[in-house]
Nanobody, 120 residues
Framework: QVQLVESMGGLVQPGGSLRLSCAAS????????MGWYRQAPGNQRELVAV???????NYADSVKGRFTISRDNAKNTVYLQMNSLKPEDTAVYYC??????????????WGQGTLVTVSS
């Protein structure tokens, strides 16, 4: 079993910053990719940023230049630094990871979600 534990989100004023973290633990041989998705009320879940083991990042157009994804492979942890936050960034943010457990067996898991609210 592989689990993801996300840090707390919170209330941030427009223009402010917030950093999210997500740590993977359990039966992990290798992680192929970790990333962040978000879901605003009434909307579908959408990609925010992903970082595969190759190191080639992919960002949603709406966050390019404002958000930065990074990863600590030794700790199986991914971070999302969010700057210049806008009210439209308000959403529940979900961490995602997929890779291989011993066996080998493929896994894909989601974090519990953390609410980020951008409001004055």
């Amino acid at each position: 079993q592989v689990q993801l534990v996300e840090s707390m989100g919170g209330l941030v004023q427009p223009g402010g910053s917030l950093r999210l973290s997500c740590a993977a633990s359990g039966s992990i041989s290798s992680i192929v990719e970790m990333g962040w998705y978000r879901q605003a009320p009434g909307n579908q879940r959408e990609l925010v940023a992903v970082l595969p083991s190759t190191g080639y990042t992919n960002y949603a157009d709406s966050v390019k230049g404002r958000f930065t994804i990074s990863r600590d492979n030794a700790k199986n942890t991914v971070y999302l630094q969010m700057n210049s936050l806008k009210p439209e960034d308000t959403a529940v943010y979900y961490c995602n990871a997929h890779g291989w457990s011993p066996g080998p067996r493929y896994f894909e898991v989601w974090g519990q979600g953390t609410l980020v609210t951008v409001s004055s």
